[in-house]
Every structure is written in C-alpha cells, then in structure tokens.
C-alpha cells in the first residue's frame, strides 16, 4: 500500500515537474500532505512554479513595456520624419545644432546657400565651418 502510493505520488509529480520543464507554466501539481520526503519534495515543487509565474508575469509586463515603448519610438521616429521632410522643402538655410555647435542636420536650402552637402555640413563646428 505505501509503496503504491509512493510510486503514484512520484509518478504524479515527475510528470508535473516535466509538463513545467517542456514550458506548461500552470501545470498543476498534486499536493502531498505529511513530513515525509515527497511531501517535502511536493511543498519545494509548489513553491519553484509560483516563483516561475511570477517571474513569467513579470516578464510578460516588462515585454508589454518594452513593446509599448517601441511602438511610440517608432512614432516619434515617424513624426521627426515628417517634420524633417517638411524643413527639406523649405527655401530657406535650416540647420540645427548640439550645445556643443555641432551640426546635426542640414536642408536643401543650407545647401542651396552655402554650397555644402548634408554629408559634408553635419558633425562639423557650425562656428568655424560657417566662418
């Protein structure tokens, strides 16, 4: 009798423990009761797959997160885009600067006005490159 219930406990639990291996993270286990080593055994499998949900919820919020912080990356991304497409077609010499005077864009019409490519113009001094 107490070899049957060990072998069906064990086999119970192996299973369960290998459903959570192969990624079923709600598999349920059987709950042993008692002091014995598969009621211990049983108690530490418990607490290893709540500690596995919640470190799979916390992976999926931070997933959510980072997807959600993408998608307005790439909003912004796009809106620069259009913003930049419109300072193109302007007539007038638009550039934009760093705090340390470094050029960061350069339209056409700066390149109409002063004869230097946006390849050449940005990462240049403005101060010294437009002197």
Not at 31 to 46: F, I, K
Not at 82 to 92: G, K, P, W
Request: hydrophobic residues 40%.
């Amino acid at each position: 009798m107490i070899a049957r219930r060990i072998s069906f406990v064990t086999i119970k639990l192996t299973t369960a423990a290998d459903r959570i291996r192969q990624g079923s993270p709600d598999e349920t286990l059987p709950t042993v009761e008692g002091r014995d080593e598969l009621a211990q055994l049983s108690r530490s499998l418990h607490h290893m797959v709540n500690m596995l949900q919640i470190q799979r919820q916390n992976l999926l919020l931070t997933n959510q997160q980072l997807q959600d912080e993408l998608q307005l990356r790439e909003q912004a991304e796009h809106t620069i885009g259009e913003q930049a497409a419109l300072l193109d077609i302007a007539t007038d010499a638009i550039f934009v600067r760093d705090l340390d005077n470094r050029i960061l864009y350069w339209n056409q019409g700066a390149q109409r006005t002063y004869g230097w490519s946006a390849a050449e113009a940005c990462g240049q001094n403005a101060i010294t490159f437009l002197n």
